[in-house]
């Protein structure tokens, strides 16, 4: 299924013109905490409810969901799951990134680091060791790496990382944060 789109300069449009739109951030706390848009509200990709997003719809807001995310691959997600449910969804083109490049107002807070780099560093790191491990203790370690390699690349294909998932959910992704909620 494609998704439907909207490109960020059209959104700008829609959130200027001063009707209320019905705009989510699929993204992690610690990711919306860095920078996010002021119209939009958490509602992170993994606690994605179809029905509390639409109980939660902004008053007067009588159009699609606009989804977004980092770049655009957790909206599609997103999207996904919203249409299944009966719930009208389009996906913000290019994500954050494309909105701040295109000049929408954004509110910035204190940076964190990305899921993604956290997925390089854990991997990276899991390799390593569990290489080192393989070759002076025994060579049933080195599953490890494998394991690690194999997940990478299913990760690639499917454009879905379980080590992604699992990391989102440690405690230093979730900061203080509600589901459905904008911290400002």
Same mark, same amino acid.
């Given at each position: 299924m494609n998704a439907i789109t909207i490109e960020p300069a059209r959104l700008k449009e829609l959130i200027d013109g001063g009707k209320p739109i019905d705009l989510i951030d699929v993204?992690?706390?610690?990711?919306?905490?860095?920078?996010?848009l002021p119209a939009a509200r958490l509602t992170p990709l993994d606690a994605l409810d179809a029905q509390a997003v639409t109980q939660a719809r902004p008053?007067?807001?009588d159009g699609p969901c606009y989804v977004l995310c980092?770049? /655009? +691959?957790r909206s599609r997600k997103a999207a996904q799951r919203l249409t299944a449910a009966g719930v009208e969804s389009v996906v913000v083109e290019g994500g954050m990134d494309a909105c701040a490049a295109a000049g929408l107002e954004v509110v910035r807070g204190k940076a964190a680091m990305s899921l993604e780099r956290q997925v390089r560093i854990?991997?990276?790191t899991l390799v390593f060791v569990f290489t080192v491990l393989g070759v002076l203790v025994t060579p049933w370690l080195l599953i490890?790496?494998?394991?690690? /390699? +194999?997940?990478?690349v299913f990760a690639g294909v499917t454009d879905t990382c379980g080590m992604g998932m699992m990391l989102a959910r440690m405690p230093w992704?979730?900061?203080?944060?509600?589901?459905?909620?904008?911290?400002g």
């Amino acid at each position: 299924m494609n998704a439907i789109t909207i490109e960020p300069a059209r959104l700008k449009e829609l959130i200027d013109g001063g009707k209320p739109i019905d705009l989510i951030d699929v993204r992690t706390p610690v990711e919306h905490r860095a920078v996010h848009l002021p119209a939009a509200r958490l509602t992170p990709l993994d606690a994605l409810d179809a029905q509390a997003v639409t109980q939660a719809r902004p008053s007067g807001a009588d159009g699609p969901c606009y989804v977004l995310c980092k770049s /655009g +691959a957790r909206s599609r997600k997103a999207a996904q799951r919203l249409t299944a449910a009966g719930v009208e969804s389009v996906v913000v083109e290019g994500g954050m990134d494309a909105c701040a490049a295109a000049g929408l107002e954004v509110v910035r807070g204190k940076a964190a680091m990305s899921l993604e780099r956290q997925v390089r560093i854990v991997a990276g790191t899991l390799v390593f060791v569990f290489t080192v491990l393989g070759v002076l203790v025994t060579p049933w370690l080195l599953i490890v790496p494998g394991f690690v /390699g +194999a997940g990478l690349v299913f990760a690639g294909v499917t454009d879905t990382c379980g080590m992604g998932m699992m990391l989102a959910r440690m405690p230093w992704n979730r900061a203080g944060y509600a589901c459905g909620v904008n911290p400002g």
